[in-house]
């Protein structure tokens, strides 16, 4: 049968995202299909999450917030709320690594936007008007899921050229999600590719950056507190409401 949820996004961001949807639990074909051998096919994975949809909406064109959110739900149709999950303990004299039971229903908490999702933004860099007096405005883009494939696609090719000739080669995530985010630079005496600002970017240049959609808060997050059998701290699990939760 299919659940009615609603979107953490609640019908702002897109008009081919509704505010509410039905899902489907996955059957055990599909489950045993996207966590062979402990391996994720991402792409596979969109597939078969697009199939536990009723409606015929873009799963590449969702918000991060409401992929994790919609994976969150199937994961709960499909398993029940109690979850098994594996942890270091936070402290430094310990680190055993134990397991642990949680209820996720009782754990995840989801707000809701309640005004308009903006797609697109202009930010602008202090910093150059302070240092350099030009005054540089970034376009950046809500990422979606589509983007975030994108950049995973281009880490795992990275990680295995450098595997692979066995040379040291700079995988930095942060770099990734910038060039994604980017989308039109102004404000420089001549044009400059996205390639040679990244390179001039300080830390406060990329939290602007990154942080430019924060004025809408919206998803589901949560964590689940437990104690370490060995030393008896009380650990801190955040859960990973992405993807890999079906792992």
Known sequence: PFHEIKLPSAGFYDSEIPAVINVRALTVKELKHITANGKLDRKIFDTTIQACIK??????????????????????????????????????????????????????????????????????????????????????KRLTRKDILAIEDTLRIQTELAAKDGLKRSVFPLIEYLKAYISTIDGFPLPVPKEQVLDILSTEDAELITTAFDDVVFGVKGSAVTECPYCGKSNTYDIPFTDIFFL
């Open 55 to 140: 409606e015929p909406i873009p799963v590449g064109k969702l918000t991060i917030e409401d992929y994790n959110y919609i994976v969150y739900m199937i994961r709960l149709y499909s398993n029940g709320s109690k979850v098994t999950t594996v942890k270091i303990c936070d402290n430094p004299a310990c680190r055993n690594q134990f397991k642990f039971d949680y209820d996720i229903s009782e754990c995840a908490k989801v707000e809701y936007a309640d005004k308009d999702i903006d797609k697109a933004k202009t930010v602008n860099l202090p910093r150059f008007m302070r240092e350099h007096n030009l005054d540089v405005n970034i376009g950046v």
